[in-house]
């Protein structure tokens, strides 16, 4: 979950920064109804906008692929047709319409076409001749209510993000993507890095095959603890290089630079609490370094962060602050408190031997570089080889 890093104007000084008598409270009030009806406004004609765009990048490929299906039988013709018509296109429309960007859209309708047979015709068919009195929002034949899939449109991210994802050439693999792209909001730059970070290998590596086909139809469903966990973190926006002597201090203060960055590599749901969150334990005190509420597990989640290797020690720190957390800190109402330790380097054995089997502790590695996918992807077929093979 992203943070909200854009303080609304106060309602009591225009936009413009002159003086103005105070609001009595009814008028504060009408103040903050009508700037929320604004900007819902707008963002809803921002959705429509690109909505739109989609679909009618859509409809345009149906119409390629019909006309190259009408019986021509000219070897070419499809490419020859598809240059003649973005050359006409470019002069009145815009580069928009090129050569390759129609290829595109071609291929948008040969990927896509059966996912709601006819909708963009149908959608389309609605646009008024006069601007203005469209239905808002946009009635979607065939639309399932209910469908956590396809909650209004069929195609719920813009057209730059399908330009993106139409290079990824594993379908279960870009459908995913498309899905975390939108449940989260993701910029297409930030789409770039997680498809580059190796996250749909990285979540599929903690998950059993049946759980690695949901990844492709539902994107990261949070069911237990482990699912909002990934296989290790990649941090690379820190901007720290791949060297063992900077300081768990400077580690943590990077991250708190980055923490919008940081929030979105931990995965849905993250709240930021407090960094070196003191704990009073007698006439002892100890700081944990990074205190978040995660509100899909309904918990607290620590974070321990550790430059050096793993010691049995590090683990049964982290399992007192879980345990002080749950004792002192956790509501009735709220779910165990959840402990991670970011570190570099792990040792399974010893974390099995340390931790009890029911603990809520979870050791990650992080990365300051991103992975290689080739790497990832060899692991994760060594990984499915194995689970063939019990």
Excluded at 110 to 130: F, H, K
Excluded at 143 to 160: A, H
Aim: with cysteine; glycine share 6%.
């Amino acid at each position: 979950m992203q943070p909200n890093n854009h303080a609304d104007t106060d309602p009591e000084i225009p936009p413009n920064g002159s003086a103005a008598a105070p609001l009595d409270a009814s008028g504060r009030e009408l103040l903050v109804r009508v700037r929320t009806l604004i900007l819902t406004a707008r963002r809803m004609a921002a959705r429509q906008i690109n909505t739109l765009q989609v679909l009618t990048n859509f409809e345009i490929g149906r119409l390629i692929v019909e006309s190259e299906q009408s019986g021509k039988e000219r070897a070419g013709y499809g490419k020859q047709l598809i240059e003649e018509i973005s050359g006409k296109l470019v002069a009145e429309f815009g580069r928009g319409f090129s050569k390759s960007n129609l290829e595109y859209m071609r291929r948008f309708f040969l990927e896509y076409r059966d996912r709601v047979p006819g909708i963009a015709q149908s959608v389309i068919g609605q646009l008024p001749q006069t601007a203005g009195t469209a239905r808002f929002p946009l009635e979607i034949p065939g639309n399932r209510r209910g469908d956590p899939q396809i909650t209004e449109l069929p195609f719920q991210v813009s057209w730059t993000h399908y330009f993106f994802l139409l290079g990824i050439g594993d379908r279960d693999e870009r459908r995913f993507y498309e899905i975390e792209a939108a449940q989260n909001n993701w910029s297409v730059r930030e789409l770039n890095r997680q498809f580059d970070s190796g996250l749909y290998e990285r979540l599929a590596l903690s998950r059993d095959k049946n759980k690695i086909r949901e990844l492709s139809k539902k994107g990261q469903i949070v069911q237990k603890t482990e699912d909002v966990l990934k296989e290790h973190y990649v941090l690379e926006f820190l901007g720290m290089d791949e060297k063992a002597d900077y300081r768990e201090q400077e580690l943590e203060s990077a991250i708190i630079g980055k923490l919008q960055r940081f929030l979105l590599e931990l995965g849905k749901g993250f709240l930021f609490e407090s960094r070196q969150k003191r704990l009073s334990l007698g006439p002892d005190v100890f700081f944990v370094d990074l205190v978040f509420y995660n509100r899909v597990l309904r918990c607290h989640v620590l974070i321990d962060l550790k430059i050096g290797k793993l010691t049995h020690q590090d683990l049964g720190q982290i399992q007192m602050y879980v345990n002080y957390f749950d004792r002192y800190v956790r509501a009735a109402d709220e779910n165990p408190t959840i402990g991670i330790i970011l570190c570099k380097l792990k040792n399974d054995a010893r974390v099995e031997l340390t931790l009890p089997k029911d603990t809520n502790v979870y050791p990650r590695r992080y990365q300051l570089c991103l992975p290689s996918k080739k790497e990832l992807r060899e692991r994760l077929n060594a990984w499915a080889e194995e689970e063939k093979g019990m």
